[in-house]
Nanobody
Framework: QVHLVESGGGLVQAGGSLRLSCAAT????????MGWYRQAPEKQRELVAT???????HYADSVKGRFTISRDDAKNTVYLQMNSLKPEDTAVYYC???????????????WGQGTQVTVSS
């Protein structure tokens, strides 16, 4: 069984910072792309940031210059440093990873359970 375990969400005032973490556990052979998505109430889930196994990153326009995605492959963990937070960043943030496990020996997409981020004005 593979699990993506997220942590680091919470309540913060506008202008503040939070750091999200997502650790992949289980019989993992390798991890390809990892990323963060978010879903605000009554809105569709949207991409926030992704990072490839080679370290290339991609950001949504709305978070460029404020958020930074990084990964630690030794820990099978992806991070999202969020600075200068705005009320419109309020959402449930989901971790995503495309990884290969011993059970499947092929690339499969996995999702975390989500962590709430609330930014007050």
């Amino acid at each position: 069984q593979v699990h993506l375990v997220e942590s680091g969400g919470g309540l913060v005032q506008a202008g503040g910072s939070l750091r999200l973490s997502c650790a992949a556990t289980g019989s993992i052979v390798s991890i390809n792309d990892m990323g963060w998505y978010r879903q605000a109430p009554e809105k569709q889930r949207e991409l926030v940031a992704t990072i490839t196994s080679g370290g290339s990153t991609h950001y949504a326009d709305s978070v460029k210059g404020r958020f930074t995605i990084s990964r630690d492959d030794a820990k099978n963990t992806v991070y999202l440093q969020m600075n200068s937070l705005k009320p419109e960043d309020t959402a449930v943030y989901y971790c995503n990873a495309d990884l290969i496990t011993l059970a499947t020996m092929r690339s499969v997409d996995y999702w975390g359970q989500g962590t709430q981020v609330t930014v007050s004005s």
